[in-house]
């Protein structure tokens, strides 16, 4: 039986990679989270009725082909609705030779996203290499 954090953190988590021939740079870079799919605005504030939160990011020669890629979704601080730090869901993604970014998605509870400070950690080989933060209000 799962216990009530669990409830309350059932999503539904989506990963996309997007193929692309263009040329990588260096590490994981321009991390943007919306509540609009393929927006190039970043926010960092959400309200608690936000139907999806998307995070994109850019992968760049630090990211070889044949890399692991995990995106994972953490809520830092809820006021008790998790615990400090709690790993709500990831996906984890096989880097091809020709991906350029990745992408996830996660929609909101039944009940809404409990108030508090969340992070998305990205890592690669299981290694984390970038994180960006954003809060519900």
């Known amino acids: 039986m799962r216990s009530p954090q669990h409830v309350i953190f059932a999503f539904t988590v989506g990963a996309v990679t997007i193929i692309s021939t263009s040329a990588w740079a260096a590490g994981i870079e321009n991390i943007v989270i919306s509540a609009k799919e393929g927006s190039k605005a970043v926010q960092t504030s959400f309200a608690a009725d936000t139907p999806k939160i998307f995070v994109s990011a850019h992968l760049t020669k630090d990211v070889p082909s044949g890399s692991d890629v995990n995106i994972a979704w953490i809520a830092v601080d809820t006021g008790g609705a998790a615990p400090s730090n709690y790993k709500i869901d990831g996906v984890d993604l096989h880097i091809g030779s020709l991906t350029k970014n ?20 990205f890592s690669v080989n299981g290694k984390v290499l970038e994180s960006a933060d954003f809060t519900v209000r």
């Not at 998605?105 to 400070?117: I, Q, S």
């Open 102 to 121: 990745v992408k996830s998605a996660m929609t909101r509870p039944n009940n809404g996203w409990p108030v508090g400070t969340y992070r998305i950690e």
